[in-house]
């Protein structure tokens, strides 16, 4: 009771600051005085309060969060029983929710956020994976993932968040890569180049062009032209069994990306900071 008839004291003095009641320094006067009493009466750990909000809770909240657990754990051990269609509803509403509650997050603490943010996406790209496989529609892998990339893409770029956006070229890399493997089955060394390094080039230039309206996103351009610059050499280890002259080719790249990079550091440089 303590508490709550500070906290409300201390709405009162913000109150009279808004309504020009009293003077700004007699305020700051009283809401130093009550905020600092406030402040010694809550513990400072993580687990201090957690549990002074469990013993604070009401019994109304009690309720509501032992049917919330309990709803999760029936929808976790029901969920290969229920239509495809609300399986898929399930996944959406869940991303959707832990989407908005991040955004709002954002606004007053960044990295928690963010954990909202991206556990929705990772929930809805092994949500969507998990439902493939459950019934059987493996074959639609690439283009559920292609889906994922061009979301995460729009997603970074519209609210700012340079991990997401070159997560979204990383899995437009890796339909990309599938595809290759699935047209291309015994291709050349000299194909493999062709294949991604004229793409380095292009997203280099992108850097330039995107520069102008979003360093941020520059800079993430700039990342994915370096990633497709190596593409070759990891395609090679990864999905080809005896990859030719990898290791000088891993060595010539690393020379030649790095020469450049010095070479023009002054204007990319400039195009990401």
Request: net charge positive; hydrophobic share 55%; with cysteine.
């Amino acid at each position: 009771m303590e508490t709550e008839r500070r906290a409300i004291i201390v709405k009162e003095i913000e109150h009279w600051r808004r309504s020009k009641l009293l003077p700004d320094q007699y305020c700051d006067f009283l809401l130093n005085l009550y905020l600092d009493e406030l402040t010694d009466r809550q513990p400072s750990s993580v687990a201090g309060k957690a549990a002074l909000a469990v013993g604070n809770a009401k019994g109304r909240q009690w309720l509501l969060a032992a049917g919330f657990v309990s709803l999760i754990c029936f929808i976790v051990l029901y969920f290969n029983f229920f239509h495809y269609a609300l399986q898929i509803g399930i996944v959406a509403i869940a991303t959707l929710g832990l989407l908005i509650k991040g955004r709002r997050l954002r606004r007053s603490h960044e990295a928690g956020g963010l954990v909202y943010i991206g556990a929705g996406m990772l929930l809805m790209l092994s949500g969507g994976i998990y439902l493939l496989q459950l019934h059987d529609l493996q074959q639609w892998g690439a283009a559920f993932l292609s889906f994922c990339a061009l979301f995460w893409i729009t997603y970074g770029i519209a609210d700012r968040i340079p991990l997401l956006h070159f997560g979204g070229w990383a899995a437009a890399m890796m339909v990309y890569a599938i595809l290759l493997s699935r047209t291309a089955e015994h291709p050349q060394w000299y194909e493999v180049q062709l294949y991604w390094v004229p793409l380095s080039f292009v997203f280099a230039w992108c850097t330039w062009f995107v520069q102008r309206w979003s360093k941020p996103a520059s800079a993430v351009l700039l990342a994915a032209a370096l990633v497709l610059w190596f593409m070759p050499e990891i395609y090679n280890a990864v999905l080809i069994e005896e990859p030719a002259w990898l290791q000088l080719q891993l060595i010539l790249k690393i020379a030649t990306g790095g020469l450049l990079l010095f070479t023009l550091r002054k204007r990319w440089i400039a195009w990401v900071v």
